[in-house]
């Protein structure tokens, strides 16, 4: 794999379903195989759940939910993310590698997306650029609003992973 060498920060990219991210390696704490991940009350499978890892519990979500809102099967591996000392696993389908990325004008057809994915092309694809403070933004959003939609009686509670 060639980067986009214009940009001389190391991101990890990384697949969730049909499309590429990279996020700067800076703020990546591990990547190991996914686990299975217990339940989080309040908070539906298809989201994610929690993890005992090292001793200490880590929120996973599936990247699906998490970039896209689309309903992916969890993947392979997890990648923990790291920002402000705040910890979060995310259950991607692929990693790729570790390479340089030049931001660049959007591509023709950037695919709807959360608000801390840039999407740029890079290596004649498409790839999501991911903003850390952001997508821990997002995370706490995300969690919190399925936990009151479940509370208010829209969603049901996990029950099984």
């Known amino acids: 794999m060639s980067g986009c060498a214009e940009d001389p920060a190391a991101w990890l990219w990384f697949r969730v379903g049909d499309?590429?991210?990279?996020?700067p390696l800076a703020a990546v704490a591990?990547?190991?195989?996914?686990?299975?991940?217990?339940?989080?009350?309040?908070v539906?499978?298809?989201?994610?759940g929690i993890l005992n890892?090292?001793?200490?519990?880590?929120?996973?979500?599936?990247?699906?939910?998490?970039f896209g809102g689309r309903e992916y099967a969890p993947g392979d591996y997890l990648l923990v993310f790291e920002h402000d000392r705040r910890r979060v696993g995310v259950v991607v389908h692929?990693?790729?590698?570790?390479e340089g990325a030049r931001r660049s004008a959007a591509p023709e057809h950037a695919p709807e997306g959360p608000s801390f994915v840039e999407w740029i092309v890079c290596n004649r694809e498409t790839l999501g650029l991911i903003e850390p403070a952001g997508l821990?933004?997002?995370v706490a959003a995300?969690?919190?609003?399925?936990?009151?939609?479940?509370?208010?009686g829209e969603g049901s509670c996990q029950h099984g992973f």
Do not use: K, Y
């Open 136 to 138: 821990f933004d997002a």
């Open 53 to 66: 890892l090292r001793g200490e519990p880590l929120p996973v979500l599936i990247g699906g939910a998490l």
């Open 30 to 42: 591990g990547v190991m195989a996914a686990g299975t991940p217990s339940l989080i009350p309040l």
């Open 142 to 152: 995300l969690l919190s609003a399925r936990v009151a939609a479940d509370t208010q």
């Open 19 to 23: 499309w590429n991210f990279a996020i």
């Open 44 to 48: 539906p499978r298809s989201v994610g």
């Open 94 to 98: 692929e990693v790729r590698g570790i």
